[in-house]
């Protein structure tokens, strides 16, 4: 639940931005099948541009963040 409110904050956003960014530089400097990794990235990068938690529902929460 606490996770869930983290993610939800400024902080929590900017963090799922950071992992996606991370996560498509990696997939890129790895080439081949590691892009894959690239496209999965893009998922906590909008996420965090459009200010939702995905997960937040799962848990009572609003899907829009603070």
Same mark, same amino acid.
């Given at each position: 639940?606490?996770? %869930?409110?983290f ?7 900017? +963090?799922?931005?950071? *992992? #996606?960014? *991370?996560?498509? &530089? %990696?997939?890129?400097? +790895? ?9 999965? #990235?893009? &998922?906590?990068?909008? *996420? ?7 997960? *937040?529902?799962?848990? #009572? ?6």
């Amino acid at each position: 639940m606490n996770f %869930v409110k983290f993610m939800s904050s400024g902080s929590g956003r900017l +963090l799922r931005a950071v *992992a #996606g960014i *991370a996560l498509i &530089v %990696v997939g890129f400097a +790895l080439g081949g099948g590691w892009l894959t990794l690239s496209v999965i #990235g893009l &998922v906590p990068l909008f *996420a965090g541009g459009a200010n939702v938690c995905l997960l *937040a529902p799962l848990m #009572g929460q609003p899907f829009r963040g603070r």
